[in-house]
């Protein structure tokens, strides 16, 4: 026997009893891919088919996806020439009949624990949940309700063979509430693995603005809630509730990063650039950030005006200094190419940002509800400036700690 076959026959007997009789290899069911208006959540599904492809190879994966449009699906394609993307009800039905494990993808809560449910029930084969966030905070209008829909996510919970969390906030709150699932961990954000590049389009706006590699940082806006209602696509309604908070916070929220690229262009002479995350920063970012700003210091700072996607994202914080702002899943994508970064959170961004802490970059943790902390953000960010070789040194230290942590979570997908 050679040693893949070797390999297919020893995993597939660990991860599916029916695959081994079968003589073939196991098939996993990602359910994944939330939406595509924000390159963190694109970032989800190619991070853990990335960690599945290195730690399980010999898995045959198969995504189910809630969307994949935007020409996020030949990306995904081109990244996994041999993935399978679930497209139709009969594509769906079929994985679940040749299929022995689904595979519940990170995210910022069970996103789909509908259909976790329903492969359970029309099954009765195992699953696993893969890097997520946990709270109580829900959109039920009632205690009852809500109390229900908490009771019906723990019951999911302890029916899986693992849970891992992606900060541990949620973590102890699930072993709070009584939850029984045998392996309960911390299990950093799938995004910390994505490889996504796409060089070409990259290199052309970096050299459009003046951009040099490692003379520049990326800072990203962000509103406290996403304003889905001026993105067409999403066909929201508008929330006056949330749009008032908005407004009431936009300045507060902006006026630390908006002195950083100041500081960091009069002191250090690198470039900035503000760009998006989600499809609604581009304009927050000129409104916020790059308007305001002194001339001598705009001269300096390039704002994108368009969307893009994950790979021209990464390639091009790949070749930056650093990143600072307040959003989460470039920061994570940044560690995970082994970039600083900076990440300023508050509490309607649930606790996803404590995983900053859990994986060793406290000192480039800032709470904006805490205004304590608000004065040390300027300081940091023109530290990892000035110094870059110390700044990519921690980087790297909590990369491999993400690593060691991913590969543990790895290996209870391939345990089943």
């Known amino acids: 026997m050679n040693r893949r076959a070797f390999l297919t026959s020893a995993l597939a007997a660990v991860l599916s009893p029916i695959a081994a ?93 509908r259909d976790v449910i329903r492969w359970s029930e029309a099954t009765g084969k195992p699953y696993g949940i893969g890097g997520i966030t946990f709270s109580t905070r829900g959109s039920t209008s009632t205690r009852d309700a809500a109390d229900e829909a908490l009771q019906a996510t723990l019951r999911v919970f302890n029916g899986a063979r693992f849970v891992f969390f992606r900060d541990s906030v949620s973590l102890a709150l699930a072993k709070s509430l009584g939850c029984t699932c045998p392996v309960m961990e911390f299990g950093p954000d799938g995004a910390f693995a994505t490889d996504l590049r796409e060089e070409e389009k990259a290199l052309a706006f970096l050299k459009e603005h003046g951009l040099e590699e490692g003379k520049f940082l990326c800072c990203i806006p962000r509103l406290r809630y996403t304003p889905y209602w001026v993105i067409p696509e999403k066909k ?20 630390q990063l908006r002195q950083a690229i100041i500081e960091v262009v009069r002191q250090t002479g690198m470039k900035v650039l503000v760009c998006p995350e989600d499809k609604t920063q581009m304009a927050v970012g000129k409104e916020m950030l790059y308007d305001p700003l002194p001339e001598d210091v705009k001269k300096r700072v390039a704002w994108r005006p368009d969307y893009w996607l994950t790979g021209e994202a990464l390639s091009t914080y790949a070749r930056s200094a650093g990143l600072f702002g307040n959003e989460m899943h470039s920061p994570i994508m940044c560690i995970g190419a082994g970039i600083p970064a900076i990440v300023c959170r508050w509490a309607e961004q649930t606790s996803k940002g404590f995983m900053w802490r859990d994986i060793g ?54 345990e089943g």
């Not at 508008?238 to 300045?251: C, F, L």
């Not at 790297?396 to 993400?402: C, D, H, M």
Request: net charge negative; aromatic share 4%; glycine share 4%.
């Open 21 to 113: 009789r079968e003589g073939r290899a196991a098939r996993i069911v990602l359910r994944s891919s939330w939406q595509t208006v924000n390159i963190g959540d694109i970032a989800h599904t190619p991070g853990m088919l990335a960690l599945l492809e290195k730690h399980l190879p010999e898995v045959e994966v198969r995504l189910w996806p809630s969307k994949v449009d935007n020409g996020v699906d030949e990306l995904l394609m081109a990244r996994f020439p041999k993935l399978k993307i679930l497209k139709t009800q009969a594509e769906i039905q079929t994985a679940f009949e040749e299929c022995d494990f689904l595979l519940h993808g990170s995210g910022p809560s069970l996103v789909a624990q």
């Open 361 to 414: 970059l406290d000192e480039w943790l800032f709470d904006l509800d805490d205004e304590a902390q608000l004065p040390g953000i300027v300081p940091a960010v023109l530290a990892l400036a000035k110094d870059p070789v110390a700044a990519k040194a921690k980087a790297a230290k909590a990369r491999a700690y993400v690593a060691q942590r991913q590969a543990r979570m790895m290996q209870a997908v391939g």
């Open 236 to 255: 929201a309604k508008p929330d006056p509730e949330k749009h008032a908070r908005n407004e009431a916070m936009k300045e507060h929220d902006h006026a």
